[in-house]
Nanobody
Framework: VQLQASGGGLVRVGGSLRLSCATTRSIIRYDAMAWYRRASGKQREPVAV???????NYADSVKGRFTISRDNAKKTVYLQMNNLKPEDTAVYYC?????????WGQGTLVTVSS
């Protein structure tokens, strides 16, 4: 399966972006879809996870600001990011999680300027 992430860019502090991750297969067939990010010099970390059943979980650092959602018909997962902070600057990756295995798409860079 292919994953195509898009929507990154340069935004000012307090601004918003919406990332999209389009897949080539039905997303509800997978255990979960997720967004991860990797800031410069740091390890990749989970940002948000959406299970097949629709349960969403978020990193503490983004709770209340980010929302993960999906459009099954479009085979796309989204990450709405509001009130962005400089520490949100990172390359964001979408992932399929199935049978405890991860499939990754290419990243999309989000830069938050102060």
């Amino acid at each position: 399966v292919q994953l195509q992430a898009s929507g990154g860019g340069l935004v000012r502090v307090g601004g918003s972006l919406r990332l999209s991750c389009a897949t080539t297969r039905s997303i509800i067939r997978y255990d979960a879809m997720a967004w991860y990010r990797r800031a410069s010099g740091k390890q990749r970390e989970p940002v948000a996870v959406l299970t097949r059943g629709g349960d969403a979980n978020y990193a503490d650092s983004v709770k209340g600001r980010f929302t993960i959602s999906r459009d099954n018909a479009k085979k796309t997962v989204y990450l709405q990011m509001n009130n962005l902070k400089p520490e949100d600057t990172a390359v964001y990756y979408c992932s399929i999680i199935d049978d405890a295995r991860f499939q990754w798409g290419q990243g999309t860079l989000v830069t938050v300027s102060s």
